[in-house]
């Protein structure tokens, strides 16, 4: 009988524990949330300033058209303004999209499949990519996107904000771990058998990855030893790879990884597809052909 009673009561002090940590992240979560909130709000406004102002720029180059350091000044004014205020809405879209990762992973499954919002996901895809450019561009990457034309405007429910924490993730885990000079690839299509949105991800890497063992840390963690040696920096596999594995799971979705000496995205297989270029892409890649890292994702939709 005194058995029976201790293991309740140790269930009911599990139970809590889990509920204090639950409770915790979603504080922490708010608590992120708020000062992003805050910047976000402030960008809004001083954009509408420095709009205002461009347009008083623009009527003093028309009043002084042959005025040529009046033309310059102002030209490098707006390109300022215009690079700064991306860069700032940039920082802001990356944190928040973070964040919702952080409240998405630990949030409950049931939580995460109801709630779902209309969306049109090839935009938001775009838009995602767009918050990464400046870090693209910063590592001299590229990235192709590729999709069906006819599904640009293609309008679904979904949980909107876990599809955009596990994007985000995984794109910033390919611009992280990319080779230098190198394009990621990303395919983005609809599988409407299934109810799925899909997006598949491509990165060069300098050897090909052990799936299995990145799979065995997402799974049961670090070794003591790879902490100490600090291991798990170097590799093709960061938190935001944990964090997009563990969302696909309450969410309901699949995923697939795979890591060879030749890329998965051919041409051949996307002929037909809109594409748009980010970053850097030279006519002619210097980069040796090298192994790639591949990532694929099928978010549950309702059309």
């Known amino acids: 009988m005194e058995e029976k009673q201790t293991i309740e ?3 009911k002090k599990l139970e809590l524990v889990v509920l204090n940590e639950d409770a915790r992240r979603t504080i922490i979560t708010h608590h992120l949330k708020s000062p992003l909130n805050i910047i976000n709000v402030n ?6 300033d420095l709009k205002e102002n461009e347009r008083k720029m623009q009527k003093l180059r028309e009043a002084h058209p042959h005025n040529e350091e009046i033309q310059k000044a102002t030209t ?3 390109f300022q303004i ?3 205020t991306t860069l700032i809405q940039t920082g802001v879209q990356l944190g928040s999209d973070i964040i919702e990762g952080i409240a998405s992973e630990s949030a409950s499954k049931e939580e995460l499949q109801k709630g779902w919002q209309k969306t049109k996901p090839i935009k938001r895809t775009g838009k995602i990519i767009e918050a990464h450019n400046h870090l693209i561009i910063s590592r001299n990457l590229g990235l192709s996107f590729q999709y069906n034309k006819n599904d640009s405007e293609k309008e679904v429910s979904m949980n909107q904000y876990a599809f955009a924490a596990t994007l985000s993730n995984t794109l910033s885990n390919a611009v992280k771990y990319a080779i230098d000079g190198s394009v990621i690839k990303l395919v983005s299509h609809f599988d409407s058998s299934k109810e799925r949105y899909v997006f598949e991800i491509e990165n060069m890497v300098n050897r090909p990855i052990n799936v299995k063992d990145v799979l065995r840390k997402i799974r049961d ?3 003591a030893e790879e902490i100490e040696d600090r291991a798990f920096f170097e590799s093709n596999q960061g938190i935001g790879l944990e964090s997009v594995i563990n969302i696909l799971g309450k969410l309901g979705g699949e995923y697939e ?3 060879g000496d030749s890329f998965r995205l051919r041409e051949e297989d996307s002929k037909g597809m809109k594409r748009k270029t980010y970053g850097i892409i030279t ?15 099928s978010i549950p939709i309702k059309e």
């Not at 960008?43 to 509408?48: F, G, K, S």
């Open 43 to 48: 960008v809004e406004r001083m954009l509408y």
């Open 283 to 297: 006519p002619e890649q210097h980069v040796p052909p090298l192994p790639s890292f591949y990532f694929k994702a």
């Open 9 to 11: 009561e140790l269930q």
């Open 76 to 78: 490098e004014l707006a």
């Open 257 to 259: 990884l795979s890591s």
């Open 82 to 84: 215009r690079r700064y």
């Open 221 to 223: 963690g670090y070794t």
